[in-house]
């Protein structure tokens, strides 16, 4: 954030923010991919460096590797959906063309080409996708960056971009999920339905995202996020992280500490999917976290790695909590935040 002296400053030296030329497609889309590519990759890192060990438990394995890969070949498909952004915003494209579905089939696609052992991005894509095409459209005038965003303007896009999809970028994404065969318990049940019939379905209803998301978030926190316009991630996803970066400016305890806060707020769906009882135990032990001050005091610190020990022994993978945590590290970075 600028003081209004150091913003004066910078009118002095540039010049009327009218009379900047607008930056170019590809400075803008890089910019937004580079910092969706960052913020995943400090998700992982964050949690090595502190120990946490349940989210990625094969560290002498091919795992982290591949998962670096996956980050790694996404980027491309990551531009891509900012560029579509930028395009609506310069009206080169309707809104309604973004193919939102067929982009997020095309980010796990390009995974898989790039790594073996199946889709390494799968729940952070139907997540972070929504975002990149939202901060091509939001950052479309900007004439520095980074640039800071209204929030109000950027979840009022994120909105319009989820509600113009169409049926078929449903049809894509019912597609994808029965191309992979997902065995994620958030997913499975939709890819064991027959594919023609649900297709059938969504185009003779004529069912958009919106209307796939609403109609399965009971049962998928991901979707539920989706549904509810990232209310977790604008809220006490980003005071958590808000509160963790003025106290520490370090993005890896920011990171985990919005981890375990999330983790306090949700009943993760793969969770539930072994358990509800064990669903509820994890959450309350994260509220126990919260209360001692999250991963900020050395008594939250020893909670979480209690917490992370069970978690590593029952083999559980709270994997939603760490995909909203990588969309709240992404407006962080987005905002100018370095690590």
């Avoid at 890089?30 to 560290?59: E, F, G, K, V, W």
């Amino acid at each position: 954030m600028y003081t209004d002296d150091e913003f004066q400053s910078r009118l002095d030296r540039e010049g009327p923010l009218e009379s900047r030329p607008l930056l170019s497609f590809g400075k803008i889309a890089n910019y937004i991919a580079q910092c969706a590519t960052l913020a995943l990759s400090l998700q992982m890192t964050s949690l090595y460096q502190h120990n946490i060990r349940h989210l990625y438990p094969d560290r002498s394995s091919l795992q982290i590797p591949r998962q670096f890969a996956a980050i790694t070949a996404a980027n491309s498909s990551f531009f891509e959906l900012a560029k579509r952004g930028i395009m609506v915003e310069r009206n080169l494209l309707e809104i309604d063309e973004v193919d939102l579905g067929w982009m997020i089939s095309q980010v796990n696609s390009t995974v898989r080409e790039w790594v073996k052992g199946g889709p390494r991005m799968f729940g952070i894509s139907f997540l972070i996708s929504p975002l990149l095409v939202t901060a091509g459209f939001e950052l479309s005038s900007a004439t520095l960056l980074p640039s800071e965003f209204n929030e109000v303007s950027f979840r009022t896009t994120i909105e319009e971009v989820i509600d113009n999809t169409t049926p078929e970028d449903t049809v894509n994404i019912l597609q994808m999920i029965y191309d992979f065969q997902v065995e994620d318990p958030q997913f499975v049940e939709m890819g064991e339905l027959a594919l023609h019939e649900m297709i059938e379905n969504i185009l003779d209803n004529e069912i958009n995202l919106q209307n796939y998301f609403n109609a399965n978030a009971t049962n998928n926190v991901l979707y539920e996020e989706i549904s509810n316009n990232y209310k977790l991630t604008f809220g006490e996803g980003w005071k958590a992280f808000s509160e963790a970066w003025n106290e520490k400016s370090n993005f890896s305890m920011a990171i985990n500490h919005t981890y375990f806060t999330l983790m306090s707020q949700i009943t993760d769906h793969t969770l539930k999917a072994k358990s509800l009882k064990l669903a509820e135990t994890v959450r309350r032990h994260a509220l126990d976290i919260v209360d001692l001050g999250g991963f900020l005091t050395e008594e939250g610190r020893q909670e979480a790695f209690e917490l992370d020990k069970f978690l590593l022994e029952q083999q559980i993978l709270p994997r939603a909590a760490s995909d909203i945590t990588s969309t709240v590290t992404f407006l962080g970075i987005l905002r100018g935040l370095r690590p």
